[in-house]
């Protein structure tokens, strides 16, 4: 951190009282901080606080010239290594992914080429409604990394998740960042395959399930973060393509299969999260079904089981698979790790508040060959993610050094 120049962009919410602290650790960390805050921000904690931890003027107002020699929010935008935003406010995310420059922190931000990071505090429902959601999925499509907030006890009398990440985890953040980070990926090729499948049944009907593909992207762009050369095998089309990663378009069980039989000898680790058809009609219909008197019967077949074969492969990758259950958890994971002979699965209940589909955060077991596991706590769909890689990374040592 030593010498980078970090604009740290203050809005209003509770959490400016912990970007005091966080702007106290950045510049003990050896960094420069300019900071900017917004006019709500300043009804919280005052620009003096600011000023005197950061040993810098703080901007509040686009129109305040200082210096008639330079443009303040161009010069801030030019002079950053990294704009942190902390908190992030709904508002301002909003803003953001808008495109809106109505104030000295967006349109700094407009300006900026440097790297954006947003860590966002607010209540639990704000953070889950779809506009949040929304603007967020925009942002990282931006590249803009994302700090997620930290579940907890809320100002606002909630428990949940909202909490703006503790100062110190966001400078280890930071700290990673400007070394590199931990890289135990690098030089591996780690194919993903995310999200559910979808199988025609005319041109406008479908047989697919509730999988939205967040646990696979999380594991892609994770990947991508300690070095890997990830390939992504995925129908889902509504989640931003993560940074440093191949996208490859596969919609039903059998274009999966042919696109992950096409390019697994390219990969050292396979994640199968995908959630893949067992089934697909055995007749697609080329114009639109009409319906008819009386019931309809629609006729099945197996699909192909990826996993399995490539577990029958000499040349097989180390290959994790996913095991959603509603019951009999460790019997299905570990019957499925024998039968595909998976080297990992990992198995998640999806009847249990916290480890559904759609959302964003996991309860996961990791179930590993030698018949050990590990249980994971609720955690955010990133953090489950890199938790999975480092077990990958572990396994795949020992196996190096056998
Ligand atoms: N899988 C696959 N190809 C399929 C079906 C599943 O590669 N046609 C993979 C999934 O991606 C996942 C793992 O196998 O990693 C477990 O999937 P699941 O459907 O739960 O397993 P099944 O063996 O089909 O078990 P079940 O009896 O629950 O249907």
Redesign the pocket.
């Known amino acids: 951190m030593l010498g980078k120049n970090i604009l740290l962009c203050v809005t209003g919410g509770i959490a400016v009282f912990k970007a005091a602290a966080l702007t106290s650790k950045l510049a003990q960390s050896g960094a420069h901080v300019k900071v900017i805050m917004t006019e709500s921000a300043c009804k919280f904690v005052a620009p003096l606080t600011f000023q005197a931890l950061s040993r810098n003027e703080v901007y509040t107002d686009t129109f305040d010239e200082k210096h008639p020699e330079k443009i303040a929010h161009i010069d801030l935008a030019d002079w950053a290594d990294l704009v942190l935003i902390a908190p992030a406010t709904a508002n301002m995310i909003g803003k953001l992914a808008n495109g809106i420059a109505d104030d000295m922190v967006s349109t700094t931000i407009l300006a900026t080429t440097a790297p954006v990071w947003v860590a966002p505090a607010m209540n639990v429902h704000m953070y889950g409604h779809p506009a949040v959601r929304r603007n967020l999925e925009t942002l990282k499509g931006f590249g803009y990394r994302l700090i997620e907030p930290a579940d907890g006890h809320l100002a606002c009398g909630y428990t949940g998740k909202g909490r703006l990440e503790e100062p110190e985890n966001i400078v280890a953040l930071l700290k990673d960042f400007f070394s590199g980070g931990p890289k135990p990926l690098s030089g591996k090729t780690v194919l993903v ?1 995310a999200g559910p499948t979808i199988e025609k049944i005319d041109p406008v009907r479908f047989l697919s399930n509730r999988s939205s593909g967040k646990m696979g992207f999380a594991l892609a762009e994770e990947a991508a973060n300690m070095g890997a050369n990830v390939l992504l095998v995925t129908s889902v089309d509504t989640l931003a393509p993560p940074a440093g990663t191949e996208i490859i378009k596969a919609e039903s ?1 059998e274009e999966m ?1 042919h696109a992950v039989m096409g390019r697994y000898k390219e990969a050292d680790i396979i994640i ?7 089934y697909t009609p055995v007749r697609v219909f080329d114009k639109k079904m009409k319906k008819q008197p009386g019931n309809l019967t629609l006729e099945l077949k197996r ?6 074969e ?1 577990g029958e492969r000499l040349d097989k990758p180390f290959l ?6 509603t019951d009999h958890l460790e019997n ?1 994971a570990r019957g ?1 790790m024998e ?2 002979r ?1 080297d990992m699965i990992v198995a998640n209940d999806v009847s249990r508040e916290g480890a559904g589909f759609a959302g964003d955060t996991n309860i996961v077991t990791i179930f590993k060959r030698d018949g050990s596991k590990r249980e994971l706590p609720l955690l955010s769909k990133h953090e489950a993610a890199r938790e999975i890689l480092r077990e990958i990374c572990r396994e795949i040592e020992k196996d190096e050094k056998k």
Do not use: H, N, P, Q
């Open positions: 395959t069980a299969y199968k999260s995908a959630a893949v058809a067992d699909t192909k089981d990826i996993l399995k490539l994790v698979g996913f095991a959603a259950e299905y499925k039968r595909k998976a």
